[in-house]
């Protein structure tokens, strides 16, 4: 069962700039932490950044940092992750994830979506 809906990915070119969304489907998560991973062909999951539910904190991976922002519309129920100065090593499907803190997030627990494909063309 979907709990939560990825949208926004596509094909860019480098130095480009997307912004992905993330909704859930069939219950609420404004009170929980969420968060982004990615994972690239052949490559594992990896972390790309989290927020707390009240969105006064924020982590992001050295690979990410200065580039992507990652915010949230609570009223929404809705996380975002802004993509700007991509390279073709962003290219990867893009996950948003939701759980009770930052760290289980990134510990992969919680609810998740089934994915957004961002493709960086060089």
């Known amino acids: 069962q979907v709990q939560l809906v990825e949208s926004g990915g596509g094909l860019v070119q480098a130095g480009g700039s997307l912004r992905l969304s993330c909704a859930p489907s069939?219950?609420?998560?404004?009170?929980?932490?969420k968060g982004w991973f990615r994972q690239a062909p052949g490559k594992e999951r990896e972390f790309v950044a989290g927020?707390?539910?009240?969105?006064?904190?924020?982590r992001y991976a050295d690979s990410v940092k200065g580039r992507f922002t990652i915010s949230r519309d609570n009223a929404k129920d809705t996380v975002y992750l802004q993509m700007n100065s991509l390279k073709p090593e962003d290219t990867a499907v893009y996950y948003c994830?939701?759980?009770?803190?930052?760290?289980?997030?990134?510990?992969?627990?919680?609810?998740w979506g089934q994915g957004t494909q961002v493709t960086v063309s060089s």
């Open positions: 927020i707390t539910w009240a969105g006064g904190s924020a």
């Open positions: 994830g939701a759980a009770n803190t930052i760290a289980a997030i990134i510990a992969m627990s919680g609810a």
């Open positions: 069939g219950r609420t998560f404004s009170t929980y932490a």
